[in-house]
Structure formats: structure tokens, C-alpha cells
């Protein structure tokens, strides 16, 4: 017989209520975050078209100084087109033919408020909007 010994169970996990209660806590914590980080992103991608407005804006206007006139569409920033003889292109990258929501820019030559117009139609690709879903434009 053995005298003296016990035996202890080491079950020492955690028990399926404070596994839901941590849960909970994390949960609750994820819903009062993730709209603060959404809204930077946004902010991100707002400030990222501006960016690449200026970018393209001056690309166009590079453009312009070796072809000696604008190009009939943004895509002959970044093939040659047949008729051109001073292209130095490519002058951006594919990538940046697309606003940060992923719609094209729209280009229009020649251009209400200057030689060329160059907007983005925001988050909802539409005319128009605020917040996210306004128009960010060269020309502002």
C-alpha cells in the first residue's frame, strides 16, 4: 500500500465560460477599432489620388513637351502611340492609370478648366458625392 501519496489532477486549462468571456472582450474591442482603422484607410486613398492627380498632371504636361501636344488618352502614357515621334515613355506605370478605388481616371482634352481635365470619380465611381464618394479633380 502506498501511504502518503495524493494525486493531484493538473487539469489546469481554461474553462469554456472564461474561453467566451475573453471572446466576448475581444469581440467588443474589434467593434470599436476597426471603424477608426477603416476610416484612416479611406483618409489613406484620398490622399493617394491627390498624389497621383499631381503625378499624372505633370507626366501629361512631360508628354506634352516631347510630342508637342497632349495625348489623345492617358494609355499613351504608357504605349507609344503609332503616330508620335518625340515619345520618352513610358512615363508611369500601368498601376497609376487606375484611381485608388480601382476606377480609371477620367481624362478629358481639351479640358474646361485648362489645357486637359483629370478626376477621379471617388470611392463610388460616380459623379459627384462626399466624404469618400466625392470627385477629386487636377483643377482643384
Request: proline fraction near 4%; charge should be negative; avoid cysteine.
Amino acid at each position: 500500500m502506498q501511504r502518503g501519496r495524493k494525486r493531484f489532477n493538473n487539469n489546469r486549462g481554461f474553462t469554456l465560460i472564461e474561453l467566451l468571456v475573453v471572446l466576448v472582450i475581444l469581440g467588443i474591442m474589434g467593434t470599436l477599432v476597426a471603424p477608426r482603422i477603416f476610416k484612416q484607410l479611406e483618409g489613406a486613398k484620398i490622399q493617394g489620388a491627390r498624389n497621383q492627380v499631381t503625378t499624372l498632371s505633370q507626366q501629361l504636361d512631360i508628354y506634352r513637351l516631347n510630342n508637342g501636344s497632349y495625348p489623345e488618352g492617358l494609355v499613351d502614357l504608357v504605349e507609344q502611340p503609332a503616330d508620335t515621334i518625340g515619345w520618352a515613355g513610358p512615363y508611369v506605370k500601368r498601376s497609376l492609370l487606375k484611381d485608388p478605388w480601382g476606377n480609371a481616371w477620367v481624362y478629358v482634352l481639351p479640358g474646361q478648366h485648362g489645357d486637359f481635365d483629370l478626376y477621379s470619380l471617388g470611392a463610388d465611381g460616380q459623379e459627384g458625392g462626399e466624404g469618400n464618394d466625392a470627385d477629386l479633380a487636377s483643377w482643384e
